[in-house]
């Protein structure tokens, strides 16, 4: 009995060369092997989210116990909120000096210094000041927010720092914001952060409440050679408030 001949190495060669081409379209239009990738890669993806969340809870977590910022009132969501966005705009390379990270945490009252300057890399906090909202955003405590032109309020978010300059409030710093519908439109609204005299405990005590701007947030004079010098060109500066739509819609947040 005659036994057909083994196919040889070039024959092997050759099929592969057709069949696998023919394979390979068949993937891509087979809608089950196509939902199964984007299944696995969802499921990947997801997984990455969660593993960087993880670990920038933890970073939180140690930060805010080393550095004992809750004897100064943060709230340690604004912390994880802040390095959370702080970690996807580094790897965005939207920041340029990357060891600073500013945050306003607006749930305290106006009447705190709820302004805190953090060096990210030594676990440090530089700087805690007051810090002003904007007149139509509220009285003692902040509680509406806005993107719009003349509204006189804050807005919400992250910023970026830019270049310092002097203007009619002395010392000044431009700031961008980089959230549409949140606080893009910062720059046109001449938001800066500045000095301000009434941002002062002098006007705490003899008013009962820090004074207000047009949707900046000011600083007391006296910190603003301090402060900003060490914020300008590139650095990180978040506004927090716990607000659900902020929180839910944030493009830096969520993304």
Do not use: W
């Amino acid at each position: 009995m005659k036994t057909l001949p083994r196919p040889g190495k070039f024959f092997l060669l050759s099929l592969s060369i057709v069949i696998l081409p023919i394979l390979a379209e068949a993937k891509k239009k087979s809608p089950g092997l196509n939902f199964t990738h984007r299944k696995t890669e969802r499921r990947v993806f997801f997984s990455s989210r969660f593993a960087e969340r993880r670990l920038i809870a933890l970073e939180a977590a140690t930060m805010f116990n080393e550095m004992q910022l809750k004897d100064s009132g943060l709230h340690e969501k604004a912390l994880l909120y802040a390095l959370l966005g702080y970690h996807r705009l580094l790897k965005r390379h939207f920041l340029r000096r990357t060891h600073v990270l500013s945050i306003c945490d607006f749930s305290q009252s106006s009447g705190s210094r709820r302004m805190y300057v953090i060096d990210v890399r030594n676990h440090r906090l530089l700087y805690r000041t007051y810090v002003a909202h904007g007149i139509n955003s509220g009285q003692e405590y902040a509680s509406s927010f806005s993107n719009t032109f003349e509204s006189c309020k804050s807005s919400l978010g992250f910023f970026v720092t830019r270049n310092a300059y002097f203007g009619r409030n002395g010392l000044s710093l431009r700031i961008d914001g980089l959230e549409k519908g949140f606080n893009d439109h910062a720059r046109r609204r001449n938001i800066v952060i500045h000095g301000a005299p009434y941002v002062s405990e002098r006007i705490l005590r003899k008013y009962g409440v820090m004074g207000t701007t047009y949707g900046c947030p000011a600083i007391p004079e006296e910190m603003a050679a301090q402060v900003i010098p060490v914020l300008k060109n590139g650095t990180c500066f978040f506004v927090y408030f716990p607000s659900k739509r902020y929180l839910s819609r944030s493009r830096v947040l969520n993304s």
